[in-house]
């Protein structure tokens, strides 16, 4: 068995990673990439219009044979970490024929994207992996491991095939409301892994601002009860682990939760893979209608749901009317001042920012300066800490560990054991 890493050596974002036998070959994820060459900010507009064999010329897309549509069709499938789209943004590519295999949770927030997002991935050939069970897949045997991460129902992937064993850690952490099967995999790991790819997002970033979850969901409380004015949430929607740190923040201080359309859709899909995920009409939520969601919403889903979602919809006028006890939802810089423009007295008022906060830019900032609003940032990272990296490193104890989804990759062989560091492209035989 032997793997290429067509892109993730020395980069977060775009992960894809080849695996193949005499027999057989998958990918494993299939990701836009986050940067260009240049380490900026990768721009997704020089998709448009271009074909797959422009976008290999441009190495935006990875040079993995028999993988596109514009060619005949060489590899077995491919495995979907999480609906992240730095691990699935490419797909749109793909030979049809190909199987994507993903969770139940990653196929059902791939679909919304498309439904609300201007990404789309469109019609691909996906298959569910049940996660208690072994996948084979040719000479492959696929064993999925459910993780902690800020994607609902990601996956890392154990891979057997030619009497070796690769272990693919996706992206993980062990500080989310999932930290049970972190602790789980370290106390009881797979035995006899002869490759680990580990993610390093964390490395070099310094320490979090908030050490886990629960710590975000005890300021978020903290910062209700002592703001007399309006809040905002800043958050992904999909960040489900933080929609339930907000909500649980809310019901503790008597605040009502303000979400959106997208927001009410996306947490109404994912009933059917948890009952424990808020929903539009639990107690202390309502919904804010906003014209691009709801068009959204009737052109490519439901109509029905609209009519649903207005029994729990709430208007500016009593939102004013309650604003002191109100935590909005918001998450695009360009559409806050938007959401904001009819509040009244918003001078005071509180932005939680739960995000990254490389996603602030300039602009925003002095608009909200002009407003009057304070900003705090209330987070705790999607990806592993240094220390629970090595921990979890220790319990698996590879032959070799590979470094991926890192822009540190000369700081692993300091940090773990057995450490092979790859380039982009370069085949390693398992």
């Known amino acids: 068995m032997k793997l290429i890493i067509h892109r993730g050596t020395t980069e977060i974002g775009g992960t894809c ?3 193949f036998t005499e027999k057989s070959r998958i990918v494993i994820d299939f990701g836009l990439p986050l940067v260009n060459a240049r380490k900026e900010p990768f721009d997704s507009k ?6 797959p064999e422009e976008l290999r010329r441009l190495k935006i897309l990875p040079s993995v044979s028999g993988l596109y549509k514009d060619e005949e069709r060489s590899v077995d499938a491919i495995l979907i970490s999480h609906s992240h789209m730095d691990h699935y943004g490419l797909l749109r590519y793909v030979h049809p024929g190909i199987p994507i295999y993903m969770s139940e949770g990653a196929k059902t927030l ?3 994207s498309d439904i609300f997002t201007p990404h789309k991935t469109g019609k691909i050939n996906t298959k569910i992996i049940d996660k208690r069970k072994k996948l084979t897949i040719e000479d ?3 064993f999925p491991y459910l993780v902690d991460h800020s994607a609902f129902d990601a996956l890392a992937f154990m891979i057997k095939a030619d009497g070796k064993k690769i272990f693919y850690s996706g992206d993980f952490r062990g500080h989310g409301r999932k930290s049970e099967l972190y602790r789980r995999m370290v106390s009881k790991p797979p035995k006899g892994i002869d490759c680990l790819l580990l993610e390093g997002s964390m490395i070099g970033r310094g320490e979090q601002l908030f050490k886990d979850e629960q710590a975000v969901q005890a300021r978020m409380e903290n910062v209700l009860k ?3 004015n309006i809040k905002f949430l800043f958050a992904s929607s999909q960040n489900i682990d933080r929609i339930v740190s907000a909500y649980k923040a809310c019901l503790k201080t ?4 303000v979400i959106d359309i997208y927001t009410a859709y996306i947490l109404d899909c994912l009933r059917k893979v948890s009952k424990n995920i808020p929903q539009f009409n639990w107690r202390n939520i309502r919904v804010k209608f906003m014209k691009s969601h709801a068009d959204s919403l009737a052109q490519n889903a439901s109509v029905k749901l609209l009519y649903a979602y207005n029994a729990r919809k709430i208007e500016i006028d009593e939102i004013n009317a309650i604003k002191d006890k109100v935590l909005m939802l918001a998450r695009d810089n360009s559409i806050f001042p938007i959401l904001v423009k009819n509040i009244k007295d918003i001078e005071g008022a509180k932005i939680i920012y739960s995000m990254w906060e490389g996603y602030l830019t300039d602009k925003f900032k002095d608009f909200v300066a002009q407003k009057g609003l304070d900003i705090e940032t209330v987070h705790t990272s999607g990806h592993a800490t240094i220390q629970d ?3 979890f490193a220790e319990a698996l104890n590879p032959g070799r560990l590979i470094p991926i989804h890192t822009f540190e990759a000369g700081q692993y062989p300091s940090l773990f054991r057995n450490v092979q560091i790859l380039q982009d492209r370069e085949v390693f035989d398992v």
């Open 389 to 391: 990296l090595k921990v």
């Open 226 to 228: 002592a703001t007399p």
């Open 140 to 142: 492959f045997e696929i």
């Open 17 to 19: 990673v080849e695996v």
């Open 46 to 51: 020089v998709l448009i219009g271009k074909s």
């Open 110 to 112: 791939v679909e919304v």
């Open 254 to 257: 008597n605040h009502v939760f």
